[in-house]
């Protein structure tokens, strides 16, 4: 009996360890705040990558495309259910991702005896009229987190993941000081390039303690934008139509 509590740690550790190793070559995604909306961009090597949950919604994923596809279609049927039931303009994504996606996860990780969820998310939300634009990281054991970084505790225009942390601190400290959500479109996309090709170098480095120089960064990107597409999607502040949801 006593040991039991004991067994649980021990295979909860167990657990993370095998899902670290699951995700650990998980091509890096980018979220950007900026001028003209939210930007999205990663580079896919066969499997989409970005996705529109709802009108004002999109996520980003690495990990299972079995475990993303599922967790894609929970958070569509969650915010259209809240949608239909409320309105448009009551979906959050704090709510949904507080209530329902991270309860989820957690349960299904703890749950030993059970699959868990081989995924890392990305979601951003565009706020309505004067309300702030949302960034949110949300983890396989339904941890989460919004707006923020490793760096400080202010808020940044800027959210990452990454199949090693040690990848996505080198994004965020690429980003720390280059972001601004006064960028154009185009000035954002291509930091936001800049910030995977950062994120994709330390994937091989475990320290990661010094940033690539523009020489390392230039010569990976092209190579590894010869290999798979580039993947880029925005929420738009000023979309003509209904949908402010576009690729580039």
Not at 23 to 46: F, H, N, Q, R
Not at 131 to 148: H, I, M, R, T
């Amino acid at each position: 009996m006593t040991e039991e509590p004991y067994r649980w740690v021990e295979a909860i550790q167990n657990r993370r360890e095998y899902i670290h190793e699951q995700l650990a070559a998980g091509s890096p995604i980018v979220a950007l705040i900026c001028a003209d909306g939210v930007l999205m961009v990663t580079v896919s090597y066969g499997q989409k990558k970005l996705f529109e949950i709802y009108d004002r919604i999109a996520l980003g994923a690495i990990g299972h495309p079995g475990d993303i596809e599922r967790l894609r279609m929970s958070a569509i049927e969650v915010a259209s259910a809240e949608g239909f039931n409320r309105s448009a303009c009551d979906v959050s994504l704090r709510r949904m991702a507080a209530y329902s996606l991270s309860p989820a996860l957690k349960t299904a990780f703890e749950q030993i005896y059970g699959s868990p969820f081989l995924a890392r998310l990305l979601f951003v939300e565009l706020g309505h009229h004067d309300e702030p634009d949302l960034l949110l990281q949300l983890d396989y054991d339904g941890a989460f987190k919004v707006n923020s970084s490793a760096i400080g505790d202010r808020p940044e225009p800027f959210a990452v993941i990454s199949g090693r942390e040690s990848s996505a601190h080198a994004m965020e400290r690429f980003l720390h000081d280059r972001a601004s959500a006064d960028l154009g479109q185009s000035e954002a996309l291509e930091l936001a390039v800049e910030a995977w090709t950062v994120g994709k170098i330390a994937l091989s480095d475990e320290d990661g303690a010094d940033l690539p120089d523009a020489e390392a960064i230039a010569a990976c990107r092209k190579d590894e934008l010869s290999r798979g597409a580039l993947e880029a999607v925005i929420l738009e502040r000023k979309a003509s139509g209904n949908s402010t949801f576009r690729h580039l």
